[in-house]
C-alpha cells in the first residue's frame, strides 16, 4: 500500500537486494509504482532516493523525487521520523507569542481563567498583556516583556490573545494593542496603559513603581464590580457572577431641611420684589 506524506510517497517492497529483473537486472519491487519506474525497472531522470527501514515487521522503502544529473541511493532507517510524523514534532515550528515565556508566563483561555488568576494572585503584581498575533507592535514588543518577565520572577504575567477572546477586550474596553493593566493585592487595578517598543519606559516606570509597593491589607480583589457585572451579561462568555449584595447603611445621615431663619429671609424677599412691582405700576 503506498502513503501519501507531503510530496513523498511510502510503499512496502519486497527484498530486492536478493530478487532480479529477468530483462534489466534493476531492482524489482513488489508494486510498480507510476512515474517512478520505467519499464525495464530501471530509474528514469526523475531521480529517487531511497530510504529503507523496518516498519511493523515489514521492510518499508521511502522515495523522494529530486532531479538529479547522476542516480545514487542513500539508504536511512526511518522509523524514528514516522514516529515524530505520527506525534506532530516534524513541521511545528513555534509562534513568536510562544518564544522565550517564562515560568511566570500564563495564556488567559476564558474570562474565568482571568477572574480566577487575579483573584488566586493574592498581594502579587500581576501583569496583564493584551495582544494579537498580527499586531506588528505587540510582535516587536513580545522579547523585551519576557526579558522583564525573567528579571521580575515574582511578578505574575499574563497573556491575552485580543484574535481569540474579542468579545471579552470589547467588554473590558481593550481598543488598543499592545495594551496593559496592572493589578495588585485587594487594590485592584493599579494603572492601564498602552506602550510600545519606542515608549518601553512607560512600562518599567510603573514596573518600578508598583513592583516595589508594600502588601496590599484585605482580601484579593481583581477586576472591577462593573467590569464583572458587563462579562456576565455578554452572552458570547461562559461566565456567571452574582452581584454583592447592598447592605443598607446602619446609621444614615437624615436629610437636612430648610431651617426657619432661611424661610424667612426668602419671605422677605418676595415681598420686596412685590412691593417694587407695584410702585412701577
Not at 11 to 18: E, K, L
Not at 68 to 89: D, M
Not at 92 to 120: H, I, Y
Not at 147 to 155: E, I, R, T, V
Amino acid at each position: 500500500m503506498a502513503m501519501v506524506l507531503g510530496k513523498s510517497y511510502l510503499f512496502s517492497a519486497c527484498d530486492y537486494s536478493q530478487k532480479k529483473n529477468q530483462e534489466g537486472g534493476g531492482p524489482l519491487y513488489s508494486k510498480r509504482i507510476p512515474g517512478f519506474c520505467c519499464s525495464r525497472n530501471r530509474f528514469t531522470s526523475l531521480k529517487m532516493m531511497a530510504l529503507r527501514c523496518d516498519f511493523n515487521a515489514q521492510r518499508m522503502v521511502y522515495l523522494e523525487r529530486e532531479i538529479l544529473s547522476k542516480r545514487r541511493f542513500h539508504l536511512v532507517p526511518i522509523k524514528a521520523q514516522w514516529n515524530q510524523i505520527q506525534n506532530g514534532l516534524i513541521g511545528k515550528t513555534p509562534k513568536w507569542w510562544e518564544t522565550g515565556l517564562q515560568p511566570n508566563m500564563k495564556e488567559v483561555t476564558s474570562a474565568q481563567d482571568l477572574v480566577d488568576s487575579l483573584l488566586n494572585a493574592g498581594d502579587k503584581l500581576v501583569i496583564v498583556d493584551f495582544y494579537s498575533p498580527s499586531c506588528g507592535g505587540c510582535k516587536t514588543l513580545f522579547p523585551k516583556i519576557c526579558q522583564l518577565a525573567k528579571m521580575n520572577p515574582d511578578l505574575q504575567f499574563l497573556q491575552v490573545n485580543y484574535e481569540e477572546h474579542k468579545s471579552m477586550c470589547y467588554t473590558l474596553n481593550v481598543h488598543v494593542l499592545p495594551f496593559f493593566r496592572f493589578y495588585r493585592g485587594s487594590r485592584g487595578r493599579v494603572c492601564q496603559f498602552s506602550c510600545t517598543n519606542a515608549t518601553i519606559k512607560k512600562f518599567k516606570d510603573a514596573l518600578a513603581k508598583y513592583a516595589t509597593d508594600g502588601c496590599s491589607l484585605g482580601p484579593a480583589k481583581g477586576l472591577d464590580e462593573k467590569e464583572l457585572l458587563a462579562l456576565a451579561a455578554n452572552k458570547d462568555l461562559s461566565f456567571t457572577y452574582k452581584p454583592k449584595p447592598v447592605q443598607p447603611d446602619p446609621n444614615p445621615v437624615p436629610e437636612k431641611e430648610d431651617t426657619p431663619v432661611l424661610k424667612t429671609c426668602l419671605n422677605s424677599k418676595e415681598s420686596e420684589e412685590k412691593s417694587l412691582v407695584g410702585a412701577r405700576g
